[in-house]
């Protein structure tokens, strides 16, 4: 059967119409391409060439070769092309998860403005997805890669995934713009104790929600928790109508909603990690290039 090297010596002779001609286009020296072409067409069956000692002309079956051979040949570059691309990461698909505050974040716009223009024949799939829903699809292989708000809770997950942290995003709280402490530069948990909050359900959102709580405890009270919002946008509404305080990472300050002032605190370990997960044995090109697209992208905002 004939191969790659035949076709191209054949196409080289039959587009030059000169055995010399071509030797010196394909860089090597004429016998060794003339046995190549004899060979070709001892496979075939066919005269593909009629030459004598002036002249080379393709035969009939000649002529209708060397289009085959052309479309073979540009066939086996595209594959080439696209297995050079598929092995550097640029092509495929991913599918990528994040939670509703990583999407005020810069890091993600940015990482994936950065991807598309590196690899923009890779299919990227979003969805929004809580953090621990998030860990539970990724092992599950429903999704390739999360955006997520907290390591792993179960020591097993933290070894079969491999977390990227990105960024420690400050905390802030939001209050509604007339009470008294909203016009401060900064405060203390411990200064709005007696205040009531509002936060988004636990067994939705944990991460910000045990935030609170850890924060309130160390600060030495229990949180007043009397509403609860799904969305961490919502929580702003509630916010704005009087309802209490709320918990948010400092990028939510790019939501100007009247009635809601943003105030930093003061507490050290007041900040959500932001992190780009994936399993550990996931090897796939496209994802290697997306997690370093991110570490070269990423545009912390915390500590």
Do not use: W
């Not at 286009?25 to 001892?42: A, C, K």
């Not at 991913?94 to 990482?111: D, G, I, M, N």
């Not at 045990?210 to 916010?239: C, M």
């Amino acid at each position: 059967m004939f191969d790659f090297r035949q076709l191209r010596y054949f196409v080289a002779v039959a587009e030059e119409l000169s055995f010399t001609r071509a030797a010196l286009r394909l860089h090597l020296s004429q016998p060794p391409l003339s046995q190549q072409i004899q060979s070709l067409e001892q496979d075939l069956g066919v005269r593909l060439l009629e030459r004598n000692k002036r002249n080379v002309a393709l035969t009939e079956p000649g002529k209708i070769f060397l289009e085959q051979a052309r479309q073979i040949l540009a066939k086996a570059d595209e594959a080439r092309s696209h297995v050079v691309a598929a092995a550097a990461g640029h092509t495929g698909q991913l599918r990528l998860a994040y939670t509703a505050s990583v999407s005020f974040h810069p890091a993600l716009p940015h990482a994936l403005l950065r991807y598309g223009q590196i690899a923009p024949n890779v299919h990227l799939q979003l969805s929004e997805m809580y953090t621990e829903p998030q860990f539970v699809a990724l092992l599950n292989g429903q999704i390739d890669i999360g955006f997520v708000r907290s390591v792993p809770l179960h020591a097993q997950d933290e070894r079969a995934l491999r977390l990227q942290i990105i960024d420690r995003e400050p905390l802030m709280l939001a209050l509604p713009a007339g009470h008294p402490l909203a016009g401060r530069n900064s405060l203390r948990l411990i200064d709005v104790a007696n205040d009531a909050f509002i936060s988004q359900p636990r067994e939705l959102a944990a991460t910000i929600h045990d935030k609170l709580v850890q924060l309130a405890n160390r600060a030495g009270f229990e949180p007043l928790i009397i509403q609860q919002a799904q969305q961490i946008n919502g929580l702003l509404a509630l916010v704005a109508a009087g309802l209490g305080l709320a918990l948010v990472p400092a990028s939510m300050r790019v939501v100007r909603l009247a009635g809601v002032s943003y105030v930093a605190l003061e507490e050290p370990d007041a900040y959500l990690i932001l992190g780009v997960a994936c399993r550990h044995d996931d090897e796939s090109p496209a994802l290697r290039q997306f997690m370093s697209t991110v570490a070269q992208s990423a545009m912390p905002q915390g500590l």
